[in-house]
């Protein structure tokens, strides 16, 4: 089939927990749909976002940071991670290049040794290293695989994103588009907005809590006025997190829905109403049905 010379394919983004990956696609993107946290394992399932221009079309898909399964949600996590570099016409193994390659990046590079995929190495988060330690690390990591290409970024600043791209679209096959033009992801707004509100719980708490919560939003609708009222649940898997989240006299909760609402106003384009709860739901991590329940795609079970 003739495409015209439109090209096309399916981009993996793998690597180790907080490297970035998920800063990356939401700046390629210029809108928020993968969630960011300084908390690490905080992506949890493959989103989609969809990169068009005027001869390509690049799916993204953001994997869960690489790391040893704990639960029945580890392991989604994982198998998640496994199948989307069979499923690609790139990968993009992200490093944090301010750091020593260490076991999780080790563990990658074993996963990809096998994979005649194209691979781009991106050293994320060049503007925390000198360019010395740069070319070090580089060498470094093309001793252990033969890569097809390398990149440094910086995702938060925007350093170099353009020519990673250009990068990705050289490995890209003549295809169709996949997606319209004017679509960014695949997964519907309850869920993006649901992983919203997910993450600014994930900022405002402490380490102890940040796998334990799981958003759900049960009533996503718009009025006569334009405003859309939101109603959600915020879940967590013992009655001290409750209370952590809640915070005293409501103040935390306040907060997260704060925050939350002017994101979720930032993506919706109209003036929410946010109503939050939250609900002990034990053990929720080890239960596929309440998992799937949340919004998180069930095929890899």
């Known amino acids: 089939m003739d495409f015209g010379g439109f090209k096309s394919g399916f981009v993996s983004i793998i690597g180790r927990p907080n490297v970035g990956k998920s800063t990356f696609m939401n700046k390629v993107l210029g809108q928020k749909v ?3 946290s300084d908390k690490p394992q905080t992506t949890r399932n493959k989103i989609q976002g969809v990169y068009t221009k005027d001869n390509s079309q690049m799916i993204f898909i953001d994997t869960p940071g690489i790391h040893k399964p704990k639960h029945q949600l580890g392991e989604h996590m994982m198998k998640v991670a496994r199948n989307t570099l069979r499923e690609t016409e790139v990968i993009l193994f992200i ?25 781009i190495l991106v050293l994320n988060k060049i503007d925390l290293i000198h360019p010395d330690d740069l070319i070090k690390q580089i060498e470094v990591y093309k001793d252990k695989l033969n890569f097809s290409d390398v990149v440094p970024i910086s995702a938060l600043q925007g350093n170099n994103i353009d020519r990673l791209l250009g990068v990705i679209e050289s490995h890209l096959p003549e295809g169709p588009m996949y997606y319209p033009e004017d679509r960014i992801t695949d997964h519907p707004e309850h869920f993006i907005v649901s992983e919203l509100i997910r993450e600014k719980a994930l900022h405002r708490l402490s380490q102890e809590l940040p796998h334990a919560i799981g ?56 003036k929410v109403f946010l109503e939050l709860w939250v609900k002990v739901q034990k053990d929720w991590r080890n239960k596929p049905t309440f998992i799937r329940s949340l919004g998180y795609k069930d095929e890899e079970y």
Do not use: C, W
């Open 34 to 36: 993968a969630i960011m």
């Open 95 to 119: 490093i944090n290049a301010a750091e020593e390659i260490g076991r999780g990046d080790e563990f990658i590079i074993d996963m990809l040794k096998n994979t005649k995929t194209p691979i």
């Open 215 to 270: 958003v759900e939003v049960l009533k996503m609708k718009g009025d006569d006025g334009g405003k859309v009222r939101v109603e959600a649940l915020i879940y967590v898997e013992r009655e001290s997190q409750k209370g952590m989240v809640i915070g005293k006299g409501g103040k935390m909760l306040k907060e997260i829905g704060r925050e939350a609402r002017m994101d979720i106003e930032n993506l919706l384009g109209s």
